[in-house]
């Protein structure tokens, strides 16, 4: 997910490591201290580097709204659907605006593009409020608040509602494509009807 900053940070972590340990080796120390240092630090190696991962695989700063609204433009303009290269280039965009923004100074907020189509999915996918049009007549209108509350893009929820729409289809086309070429592909095998 964020192997480049999991990357880093381990890099800086062992150069830490191997000063301390450089360190530890050039100081008088009682004959068996050094390696019962020595022990204590490479066992703690393992569990810090856990520890470091699972902290960068779960934390990332929230965009505010109007990054995701140039997500969401942007996924409207390029229609990714799966394609890792039009990802990528949404990926760079979003870098770029994101950096120039102030949200973040890292100059990759995203590695890369399934870094930013996977983040686009849990964004907007995966919490998915239904809109209006979709929800049971029957509803409350109490339970109908409820849902408007709750959803974390209730604020701009048409753009979300449209980039949805045509992310879904650019998918759809996609593979449309993918099975028309097989389909091709197919009848020029001998042997076929």
């Given amino acids: 997910m964020h192997c480049h900053r999991i990357a880093c940070i381990i890099g800086v972590f062992y150069f830490l490591l191997f000063i301390a340990v450089t360190w530890i080796s050039s100081v008088k120390t009682v004959p068996g201290t050094l390696q019962v240092i020595s022990i204590l630090f490479f066992v703690s190696v393992p569990i810090v580097i856990i520890a470091i991962i699972a902290f960068i695989s779960t934390s990332r700063v929230e965009l505010p709204t109007t990054a995701k609204v140039e997500l969401l433009k942007q996924t409207i303009i390029q ?24 949200v973040t100074s890292f100059p990759l907020y995203y590695y890369d593009g399934n870094d930013c189509h996977d983040h686009f999915k849990s964004l907007f996918l995966d919490s998915n409020a239904p809109s209006p049009a979709e929800l049971p007549s029957e509803i409350s209108d109490n339970q109908h608040d409820s849902n408007i509350r709750n959803d974390p893009n209730r604020d701009i929820r048409p753009i979300v509602d449209e980039a949805v729409k045509v992310y879904d289809q650019s998918v759809k086309d996609y593979w449309r494509q993918q099975l028309g070429e097989a ?6 095998y001998p042997g076929q009807n």
């Fill in 79 to 102: 229609r990714p659907a799966v394609s890792t290269e039009l990802w990528d280039v949404v990926a760079a965009h979003m870098n770029d605006y994101l950096c120039a923004s102030g």
């Fill in 183 to 188: 389909s091709s592909q197919l009848s020029e």
